[in-house]
T-cell receptor, first 113, second 114 residues
Framework: KQEVTQIPAALSVPEGENLVLNCSFT??????LQWFRQDPGKGLTSLLL?????REQTSGRLNASLDKSSGRSTLYIAASQPGDSATYLC????????????FGRGTSLIVHP | DADVTQTPRNRITKTGKRIMLECSQT?????MYWYRQDPGLGLRLIYY???????NKGEISDGYSVSRQAQAKFSLSLESAIPNQTALYFC?????????????FGPGTRLTVL
């Protein structure tokens, strides 16, 4: 059974820092991995999707990497801003016929001015 | 307009009442999901449906039922609400996106059972 872990559970940084959020998974037979952002009490917004054949994806100040062999993905946020404060979740979809992704519990990020 | 919508957005009800949460999508996706989110427990899957005739239980289906009225509509019912069903409920779809097969979430329904 796939298990997805996100460490740290919470992170507080000053504005302007470059930071890395981690997502680890136990089964490397993945189809793709998706990063989401969730503001308090709101829905999940998709940030980046990485296919199993890809090493990274970029969108603006965000860069997500994937290393299947080590069971890790990282979300890099450049020049963090207070507006980046949110919870970031990763979800892993395995190979095979199942379309049930496994979610991590998220990293709660606070960027203070 | 939002691709995945949920109604109501907030609901306060009493123990024992029957509640229906509705989800509609305009993405044309066959796959739809209902999750609940509780602080410290993350997202947990309640039910999922891969087409109108296919309904499956998730990890925490007890106390819930669903109806897939059409490809675009997937409703979640609490037959007799209890306080520990107080949570944030999300509907999601899964299908082709810009980058591939990905998941899309609705804005959520905050349910409080007194």
């Amino acid at each position: 059974k796939q298990e997805v872990t996100q460490i740290p559970a919470a992170l507080s940084v000053p504005e302007g820092e470059n930071l890395v959020l981690n997502c680890s998974f136990t089964d490397s037979a993945i189809y793709n991995l998706q990063w989401f952002r969730q503001d308090p009490g709101k829905g999940l917004t998709s940030l980046l999707l990485i296919q199993s054949s890809q090493r990274e994806q970029t969108s603006g100040r965000l860069n997500a990497s994937l290393d299947k062999s080590s069971g890790r993905s990282t979300l890099y946020i450049a020049a963090s801003q207070p507006g980046d404060s949110a919870t970031y979740l990763c979800a892993v979809k395995g190979t095979g016929g199942s379309y049930i992704p496994t979610f991590g519990r998220g990293t709660s990020l606070i960027v203070h001015p | 307009d939002a691709d995945v919508t949920q109604t109501p957005r907030n609901r306060i009800t009493k123990t024992g009442k029957r509640i229906m949460l509705e989800c509609s999508q305009t993405k044309g996706h066959d796959r739809m999901y209902w999750y609940r989110q509780d602080p410290g427990l993350g997202l947990r899957l309640i039910y999922y449906s891969f087409d109108v005739k296919d309904i499956n239980k998730g990890e925490i289906s007890d106390g819930y039922s669903v109806s897939r009225q059409a490809q675009a509509k997937f409703s979640l019912s609490l037959e007799s609400a209890i306080p520990n069903q107080t949570a944030l409920y999300f509907c999601a779809t899964r299908g082709p996106g810009l980058g591939g097969d990905e998941q899309f979430f609705g804005p959520g329904t905050r349910l409080t059972v007194l």
